[in-house]
């Protein structure tokens, strides 16, 4: 076996899995404050891409500007699709608002193909692209950086969830919403917190993704695997979908290797099959049990 070649191809899945957990935290996010599961957010993360290729190289703003800039409109996006959308379906059948957000990514497509067209794009180029090496393993260096800035971007989270008083009232919302109520919490305003941060959160991966593949319309595909990764890891699990998005980046990353790209989604949904027999609530998921 070559075993350089095993631990590129190892180097840049764990890489890949990198976004997926990213993504896969906006995911849980909006599903442990809100009970949503929001199957637009491959969309979302879209959208973050051609935002950015908007101010970037549509208006040529400086890249650190554009950053902050499609930042900002994603959680006024986030904001607004809360409060007009979400908020009025709460208490509504589950199902209503599960074709609300597949809706909403169907509208989100069609509109970024009236705005940028059918065709994929790129990005214009602001990581580095020095090849970087570990050892005598090459990893692409935009790989590595998307890596970096997801890893330091996940911890933040965590720090902030269990420091900042917006973290805790998160917390104290997804644990129990009516002792939330009882103790002062503005629970409406933390469901806008969660879309907000999500969505965010999601752009950010959505510029991180187009930096290394590009970007087109198709992009929302991305969201697929990311919501394999949050069934494997726990729907409500901010660690499962970390670990989660790690072994599946590296599962496909090695499927596609050695069986062949077509193989990546057999393996992927062999494995969200053989979880959900075994742990219907996901690896790292809480089991209710629901007394009658």
């Known amino acids: 076996m070559d075993w350089l070649f095993l631990a590129e191809v190892s180097l840049a899945g764990i890489g890949a899995g990198g976004l997926y957990a990213l993504t896969g935290l906006a995911f849980v996010l909006i599903y442990k404050a809100t009970r949503v599961v929001n199957l637009a957010i491959g969309e979302i993360l879209m959208l973050g891409g051609y935002v950015f290729f908007g101010f970037a190289a549509g208006l040529a703003l400086p890249t650190w500007l554009a950053i902050l800039l499609t930042l900002a409109v994603a959680g006024l996006f986030g904001g607004v699709v809360e409060r007009l959308l979400i908020r009025p379906m709460l208490g509504e059948s589950p199902i209503s608002v599960f074709m609300l957000t597949i809706g909403l990514g169907s509208i989100l497509v069609g509109v970024v193909e009236l705005l940028w067209g059918a065709n994929p794009l790129q990005l214009p180029d602001y990581m580095p692209n020095t090849p970087l090496f570990i050892g005598e393993a090459y990893v692409s260096a935009k790989v590595a950086t998307a890596f970096a800035v997801a890893a330091v971007t996940v911890v933040a989270f965590l720090l902030l969830f269990r420091f900042w008083r ?54 929302g595909v991305f969201g697929l695997s990311v919501l394999v990764v949050v069934i494997v890891g726990g729907l409500d699990s901010v660690l499962g979908a970390m670990v989660a998005g790690l072994f599946i980046g590296l599962l496909e990353a090695l499927t596609g290797a050695f069986l062949g790209g077509e193989f990546k989604m057999l393996a992927t949904f062999t494995l969200l099959v053989a979880v959900l027999v075994v742990r219907p609530y996901g690896l790292f998921g809480t089991h209710e049990i629901e007394r009658l």
């Open 166 to 219: 917006g973290g805790v009232a998160l917390r104290a919302t997804a644990g129990d919403q009516a002792a939330a109520y009882s103790m002062g919490i503005d629970v409406p305003r933390v469901f806008s917190l969660a879309w907000v941060i999500a969505c965010i959160t999601a752009a950010a991966s959505g510029m991180l993704v187009g930096a290394i593949g590009g970007i087109s319309p198709t992009m």
